[in-house]
């Protein structure tokens, strides 16, 4: 069985780290067709195989089994969800000192996973699909234009009604645990406007709550970090709009 040592990753021209990252992204692109596509093809997924085989090695997962389920879960989870505060259960299978052996770790983590998938999103992902066809059909300008911690909990009712069996599973606490943190990481890239900010919230509680550096969502980061764009109004605008297509491309490969 291969072993992806600390020292191949840090030398990635090494014929065997290349081969394996290569065979991971044509299990990716076989698999997660549509997922690969809207994220700019192979190159950007070279990118987020890359960054999964470091994290992986970083949490004790080194063999090629361990790696793809954990570059896996990145695809599905999103690429921070070992971090993510809405997936409070993520951090506990994690934990090296509960259970030591990393691949009963990542076993149990991907079983917990499928669990969780067969409560969000149901067959034929028409749970998420509908979720999504809500927010396309949401007025923004209806937004609560309440301060502080009424206006986040006016936010969660409205995620809520996005997508009930997301919220109930995660609970409310995990997910008011990501709204804090999203007010914190979208002021970051200037977004204090509560239209900006809401629709930063919508994206982490959709795609993630890293969803703003993940290598599969590149529309993100490329509005968020576009210097050129001095007004708030106008980010908060784009990256409105940047989602908005990106659920609209969702929506049509379904």
């Known amino acids: 069985m291969l072993v992806i040592r600390q020292a191949q990753i840090q030398v990635l021209g090494t014929r065997t780290q290349a081969d394996f990252q290569e065979r991971v992204i044509d299990m990716l692109a076989e698999n997660y067709p549509r ?11 070279d990118v987020f195989v890359q960054q999964g085989v470091e994290k992986a090695a970083a949490r004790g997962f ?4 361990e790696v793809i389920l954990f570059v896996t879960l990145m695809m599905i989870l999103g690429s921070g969800f070992e971090d993510d505060p809405q ?3 993520v951090a506990d299978l994690l934990d090296e000192a509960v259970i030591t052996d990393p691949t009963v770790r990542i076993e149990n983590l991907f079983a917990e996973t499928l669990a969780y998938l067969e409560a969000t999103a149901g067959e034929d992902c028409a749970l998420v699909v509908r979720a999504m066809l809500r927010i396309r059909a949401f007025d923004l300008t209806s937004v609560s234009r309440s301060q502080g911690d009424a206006w986040i909990t ?19 606490r995990a997910t008011r645990d990501m709204a804090h943190a999203g007010v914190r990481r979208a002021a970051s890239y200037g977004l204090t406007d509560r239209i900006g900010i809401f629709v930063f919230l919508a994206c ?16 993100a980061s490329a509005v968020l970090t576009d210097r050129a764009i001095a007004d708030e109004g106008i980010r908060s605008q784009r990256l409105y709009h940047a989602a908005m297509t990106h659920l609209a491309q969702s929506l049509s490969s379904q």
């Open 154 to 172: 006016e936010v969660l009712a409205v995620l809520k009604q996005f997508y009930s069996q997301k919220f109930s599973f995660q609970g409310e």
């Open 87 to 89: 997936l409070p259960w």
């Open 35 to 45: 997922e690969c596509r809207q994220a700019g093809g192979r190159p950007q997924i």
């Open 204 to 219: 982490m509680f959709m795609l993630g709550s890293e969803f703003d550096c993940d290598p599969l969502q590149p529309w």
């Open 62 to 65: 080194r063999s090629q089994r």
